[in-house]
């Protein structure tokens, strides 16, 4: 009996020193509710690391085109994007971190009883536009995607859109983002705003010089549609340097340059110039080649072999200013406007100056803005071999050639610019796997889990092969 009395006694005492441990359960280093400003800038990064991005895993495209090239493991210069999976890495990265971001922002912002109505509007039409131009890369890059079910989570296997059918909705989205843009409201906080620290007016110039940039996209498959995007955009997009969409990186982690970190900080020689850049800034004598890059140990500019393995020490490196930790990121460009109104112009869709002068003031943007002088880029600009007057071949070559050299450091926009354009003519690597590649294969999980839209998607774009053109490829 004093047994029991004793276990009782002390069963009595562990019930009575017993705590209520539930608040282990909460979390209280994740929030519950992410602000919307924080969801857009994270997604605005997402997008912007992964264009300037150069590690193989994630960005292949300064290869592609031939900016660079590598020194040991020559399957991306090759045109082999499979063995790393490299279609899934930039599909993911699109829709995961860059549009879900973006969806669940304009939620937020639209159920937000606090801002006012002007700056709600401000707010939803900066995160459509940005996810306007999320979307306008998958189509660039794969043609047929998902659209209307990609980001419906009771879709699992969302169907794929046709391509062309998605670009005529992104012109719709971006029209009614246009209207509802208005300086009398506030955007998000400047410390949000990553590109333009909150400034209404900016993103209105933004939005049109990118109406203007799809417009000229679909230009050989719908001229009327492109002439009219054009016409309507044109007097609102870009007028300087100044209006440039600059993602501003920092120098300190985790916000830093991407270059830095995967070309210093990692310590790796994987990459070098490509010769086919190299050797065509030198013959035109283009001031840009001391800033794009640096001599090799001799101390000359020499690229490396499209496709070949390459000794690091004898060919031309990365300039210091592209690997600092905050050198900035493009995502749309004055000169990259100018060139597009020259081309405009050679179309027939607008008349506001020449083909020559808007070609002229590309030029010029491009080298002041990579540190030349504006007397070297007006001395490079009437070599005759780059003069708009003398320069060899149509006006496609001309405009090809100097904006793929001016869009040096941004391999997708170059890319899709020698696709359209289908200049400058690349050589064929030593040792390439396929033809040119005019989109990326769709991802192997699409294949797997996503079979019945992935099979209907491989029929209607006539095949899932890396030579298939997207509709807007007509040459």
């Known amino acids: 009996m004093k047994k029991i009395s004793i276990i009782a006694v002390v069963m009595l005492s562990l019930v009575a020193c017993t705590k209520d441990i539930s608040r282990f ?4 280093k994740s929030p519950g509710i992410v602000p919307a400003s924080t969801l857009f800038s994270n997604a605005v990064k997402g997008l912007t690391d992964g264009l300037a991005s150069t590690n193989v895993g994630v960005n292949v495209f300064r290869l592609v085109v031939q900016h660079w090239t590598t020194t040991t493991y020559t399957d991306e210069p090759n045109y082999d994007f499979t063995t790393r999976n490299i279609p899934q890495g930039w599909w993911t990265r699109m829709y995961r971190d860059v549009l879900v971001d973006l969806k669940e922002a ?9 801002i006012i109505d002007a700056t709600k509007k401000n707010q939803a039409a900066m995160a459509d536009i940005m996810q306007v131009y999320t979307y306008s890369v998958l189509v660039n890059t794969f043609g047929n995607v998902p659209y209307s079910e990609a980001l419906d989570y009771n879709k699992t296997a969302p169907k794929y859109d046709d391509a062309k059918t998605i670009y005529d909705d992104l ?27 909150g400034s209404v007016s900016s993103w209105i110039k933004f939005a049109n010089s990118l109406k203007f940039r799809l417009a000229m996209i679909i230009a050989d498959a719908d001229p009327a549609k492109a002439k009219t995007a054009v016409q309507e955009a044109d007097q609102k997009a870009f007028v300087s340097a100044a209006d440039n969409a ?23 020689q994987d990459f070098v110039a490509g010769k086919t850049l190299v050797d065509y800034m030198k013959t035109v004598g283009d001031p840009r080649l001391s ?3 640096k001599p090799n140990d001799a101390g000359a500019y020499v690229g490396g072999v499209i496709g070949s393995t390459n000794t690091y020490s ?33 179309r027939g869709f607008i008349t506001t100056g020449t083909a020559a002068e808007h070609y002229n003031n590309a030029i010029d943007a491009s080298v002041v803005y990579w540190g030349g002088s504006s007397d ?5 600009r009437t070599n005759p071999a780059v003069a708009y007057a003398t320069a060899a071949g149509t006006w496609k070559q001309k405009i090809g050639a100097q904006k793929w050299v001016a869009l040096y450091n941004r391999g997708y926009e170059a890319w899709t610019e020698v696709r359209r354009l289908d200049y400058p003519a690349l050589p064929s690597p030593a040792g390439a796997k396929s033809g040119f590649p005019n989109r990326f294969t769709y991802p192997t999980n699409e294949q797997t889990l996503n079979t019945a839209s992935y099979t209907d998607a491989k029929s209607k774009m006539g095949d899932d092969k890396v030579e298939v053109k997207i509709f807007w490829d007509k040459n």
Do not use: C, H, W
């Open 171 to 197: 012109f719709t989205r971006l029209n009614a983002d246009i209207a509802a843009l208005n300086t009398a409201g506030a955007g998000f906080p400047a410390t949000a705003d990553v590109i333009y620290g």
């Open 291 to 293: 800033q794009y890059f």
């Open 25 to 28: 359960n909460q979390q209280t």
């Open 106 to 114: 304009k939620r937020i912002i639209e159920s937000d009883n606090t």
């Open 246 to 268: 600059v993602f501003k990186y920092l120098a300190v982690t985790p916000n830093t340059n991407p270059l830095y970190v995967d070309l210093v900080q990692s310590n790796r």
């Open 314 to 346: 004898d060919y031309a490196k990365f300039s210091n200013k592209m690997v600092a930790l905050d050198f900035p990121a493009l995502l749309l460009s004055y000169e990259e406007t100018e060139f597009d109104r020259a081309e405009a112009i050679e």
């Open 376 to 380: 070297q880029a007006k001395a490079y």
